[in-house]
């Protein structure tokens, strides 16, 4: 059965920073690239990051490229989003969900979520 | 970046209704359109691939159709379960994938 377990949600201070994990379990963790999307309180889906099934290539949202950066170890069965420069606007629900692997980029098993709140 | 402009933003149906929520793109993004469903306090779901494909294990009830700007998730006999928020997603030109504002679906 496919999991996707975030942790490392929590309170951080403007400027601070925080690693959220998410692990995998229940597929082959190294076929898949997965992402980050995210959900301010009350509001809809943004799209975080993506890093590919190696490591090798990722990509950020223009709101936090340069802060944030997104790593996974396939040894471990986790991905990593490293956020640092924490600003009020980054209050939110962060998910990770795996991309399908499709043309069509489908996101197909998503975690429960992880609350970051920055105060 | 490819905008995603959703309608309506809220609706409210009976059960047994049948419902359409539309999704248009910025520019033609051929049939690269995903769409999930979101309960209060979970995470999305995907239902429907690639405009029309139905994802493993979600209800029949559940279509989508479109190609080009112009999309469609229809529900053809509303449910109380499908009490949601709905949202289209591209992943035509990527990076970044975009997501629609999202609809609101409400049982009467």
């Known amino acids: 059965q496919e999991q996707l377990v975030e942790s490392g949600g929590g309170v951080g201070q403007p400027g601070r920073s925080l690693r959220l994990s998410c692990e995998v379990s229940?597929?082959?963790?190294?076929?898949?690239?997965f992402h980050w999307v995210r959900q301010a309180p009350g509001k809809g889906l943004e799209w975080v990051a993506v890093?590919?099934?190696?490591?090798?290539?990722?990509h950020y949202a223009e709101s936090v490229k340069g802060r944030f950066t997104i790593s996974r170890d396939n040894s471990k069965n986790t991905l990593y989003l490293q956020m640092n420069s924490l600003t009020a606007e980054d209050t939110a629900v962060f998910y990770c969900?795996?991309?399908?692997?499709?043309?069509?980029?489908?996101?197909?098993?998503w975690g429960q979520g992880a609350l970051v709140t920055v105060s | 970046d490819i905008q995603m402009t959703q309608s309506p933003s809220s609706l409210s149906a009976s059960v047994g209704d049948s419902v359409t929520i539309t999704c248009r793109a910025g520019?033609?993004?051929?049939?690269?359109v995903n769409w999930y469903q979101q309960k209060p306090g979970k995470a999305p779901n995907l239902l429907i691939y690639?405009?029309?494909n139905l994802q493993r294990g979600v209800p029949s009830r559940f279509s989508g159709s479109g190609s080009g700007t112009d999309f469609t998730l229809t529900i053809s006999s509303l449910q109380p379960e499908d009490s949601a928020t709905y949202y289209c997603?591209?992943?035509?030109?990527?990076?970044?994938?975009?997501f629609g504002q999202g609809t609101k679906v409400e049982i009467k």
């Open positions: 229940g597929f082959t963790f190294s076929y898949y690239a």
């Open positions: 520019q033609s993004i051929s049939t690269f």
């Open positions: 690639a405009a029309s």
């Open positions: 890093i590919s099934s190696d490591g090798s290539r990722t």
């Open positions: 969900a795996r991309d399908q692997g499709t043309p069509s980029g489908p996101l197909d098993y």
């Open positions: 997603q591209q992943s035509y030109s990527t990076p970044p994938w975009t």
